[in-house]
């Protein structure tokens, strides 16, 4: 099987077909002596830099090509699709929301052709904290406005790509939660010029994880920031947030698309090839089966994240379905990576199939940026009706 046909693929071909073209100069083994040495894949980035897929969603007039997150959600798709992985970079699309929506003139002028031509990279995001976890209104960082500067004191944990990126948006908090009535209320998003604060007030320790994911701790110790960097209203991150969260998990559903798209060809391909008792092991209704309820699987997640991606690009309200987008297409991914290992036997856990390099990635969506569970009780919660659970 070459590749997978679907009524939803119908559209985009051109795209695809040029990110696939790129994405044909960084095949398995590229990816894979980088997770060997845990490396970032700068080669890639820059490419897709060059050729402007990093810039989609900036605004024509800033020197991007002012697409939708359907289309950001084709280039992501296509490279995981391709065996390769976005997340060295893919933040730059979803932060870009809320620059584009609650920064000033001043601050889009200022970054957007830099980011559009690649000069500036903004794809460093710093949310979590080790303390709060998924409870984000009680994060502690806290931000002081002492005269033109903000004062920045606390720590932030995976926040990926803060080395590999000029610029982080960091939520903090301006105003102390005990001073608040609301818990969402008193956070503020304030950009940061990582080339200045490291060293100076900034430390940035790296992580190492199971998969090569470039994600790091963060300390803040009394970091000077100029008030102009505050994105929006001051109290109102939270807010802004949110309008970035759906974006994120739609494209973080076209990776897992890509991801799942990638197991099952591979794993066609092997079980059609693989000859076992004198026939090939795919021959079996106990490996076909699997590969085959998967492909039913994808297909509808298919379906839910363009539904997600299209009602996100018409401006509707689409937090349902990006949520279900999420939940059914990282569920789908991480149940071929099963299905693979399975079908691949003793060498679905060789590192040259580059099955169990995939595995570990694609594992990761179950718990970030959203875990399951937080989505179920959302849709419990907001879509069912059903009691708030925490
Ligand atoms: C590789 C990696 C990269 C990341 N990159 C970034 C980044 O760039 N920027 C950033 O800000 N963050 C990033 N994150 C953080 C990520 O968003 C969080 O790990 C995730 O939101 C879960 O938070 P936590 O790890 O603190 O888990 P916790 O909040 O401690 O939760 C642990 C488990 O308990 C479950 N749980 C908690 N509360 C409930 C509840 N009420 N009901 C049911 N289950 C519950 C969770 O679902 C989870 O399974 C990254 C994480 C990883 C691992």
């Not at 024509?60 to 950001?72: I, N, P, Q």
């Not at 002028?109 to 995001?125: E, M, N």
């Not at 900034?202 to 963060?218: Q, S």
């Not at 998990?249 to 591979?266: K, N, T, Y």
Request: hydrophobic fraction near 40%.
């Amino acid at each position: 099987m070459e590749k997978t046909n679907s009524f939803v693929d119908e559209s985009h071909e051109e795209l695809k077909s040029a990110v696939r073209d790129l994405c044909r100069d960084y095949p398995d083994k590229y990816w894979r002596e980088l997770d060997e040495k845990r490396a970032y894949p700068e080669a890639f980035v820059q490419a897709l830099t060059h050729a402007g897929y990093m810039a989609t969603l900036i605004p024509e007039e800033y020197g991007g090509a002012g697409l939708g997150v359907t289309e950001a959600s084709v280039i992501l798709e296509e490279i995981h699709h391709s065996g390769g992985n976005a997340a060295a970079c893919h933040a730059q699309m979803y932060i870009m929301g809320t620059l584009l929506r609650h920064g000033s003139e001043a601050h889009k002028r200022q970054y957007l052709p830099k980011i559009a031509d690649g000069s500036l990279r903004l794809q460093a995001f710093g949310v979590s904290e080790p303390n709060t976890g998924t409870d984000t209104t009680q994060l502690k960082t806290m931000a002081v406005r002492n005269g033109d500067r903000y004062v920045i004191n606390g720590q932030k944990i995976w926040i990926s790509r803060a080395e590999h990126s000029d610029l982080m948006l960091l939520l903090a908090r301006t105003t102390p939660a005990d001073q608040v009535k609301k818990r969402t209320e008193g956070l503020s998003t304030i950009l940061v010029d990582l080339r200045q604060a490291v060293g100076h007030g900034l430390r940035i320790r790296p992580i190492r994880t199971m998969m090569n994911h470039a994600t790091t701790e963060l300390f803040f110790d009394n970091l000077e920031v100029p008030v102009e960097n505050l994105v929006g209203e001051e109290g109102q991150g939270f807010r802004y947030l949110l309008d970035s969260l759906n974006a994120e998990r739609i494209l973080i559903a076209s990776e897992c698309i890509g991801d799942a798209l990638w197991f099952l060809e591979r794993t066609c391909r092997y079980a059609n090839e693989r000859v076992v008792f004198g026939r090939p092991i795919g021959k079996n209704q106990g490996i076909q089966f699997p590969i085959a309820r998967g492909y039913a699987n994808l297909e509808a997640a298919r379906l839910m994240v363009a539904r997600a991606a299209g009602l996100f690009d018409s401006g509707k309200a689409c937090g349902p379905e990006a949520n279900m987008a999420k939940l059914l297409a990282a569920d789908v991914s991480w149940e071929l990576a099963n299905v693979a290992v399975q079908t691949y036997g003793g060498f679905g856990f060789a590192e040259e199939y580059d099955i169990e390099r995939k595995f570990r990635e694609t594992r990761l969506y179950q718990v970030a940026p959203i875990s399951t569970n937080l989505i179920l009780s959302y849709l419990a919660e907001h879509v069912l009706g059903l009691p708030r659970s925490y």
